[in-house]
């Protein structure tokens, strides 16, 4: 059975850091490229960030580039995103993604929410 699921997200005020975690299971974690999305209340899900299968290649939305890292240990099964200097509009479910050729999948998603 494959799993994906998140953890980490929270209420935090502006200006402030989380790390998000995704720990899979019922695959091959090391053979697939993991993503981070985020989907904000009425706007379509996004692309935050990726990571290939082995981490030596990172690519990030315009607007999280040097505020936001991904990482992944595939040892643990787990791709982290942590996330500094937050800001209201980083407000959002973000959802963990695993892709390798036809294979899709997604967790349930955990939600961020920056306010004072």
């Known amino acids: 059975q494959v799993q994906l699921v998140e953890s980490g997200g929270g209420l935090v005020q502006p200006g402030g850091s989380l790390r998000l975690s995704c720990v899979a299971s019922?695959?091959?974690?090391?053979?697939?490229?993991m993503r981070w999305y985020r989907q904000a209340p009425g706007k379509e899900r996004e692309l935050v960030a990726t990571?290939?299968?082995?981490?030596?290649?990172?690519n990030y939305a315009d607007s999280m580039k040097g505020r936001f890292t991904i990482s992944r240990d595939n040892a643990k099964n787990t791709v982290y995103l942590y996330m500094n200097n937050l800001e209201p509009e980083d407000t959002a479910v973000y959802f963990c993604?695993?892709?390798?050729?036809?294979?899709?999948?997604w967790g349930q998603g955990t939600q961020v929410t920056v306010s004072s």
């Open positions: 993604n695993a892709r390798y050729l036809t294979y899709n999948y």
């Open positions: 019922g695959f091959t974690f090391n053979m697939y490229t």
């Open positions: 990571i290939t299968s082995a981490g030596g290649t990172t």
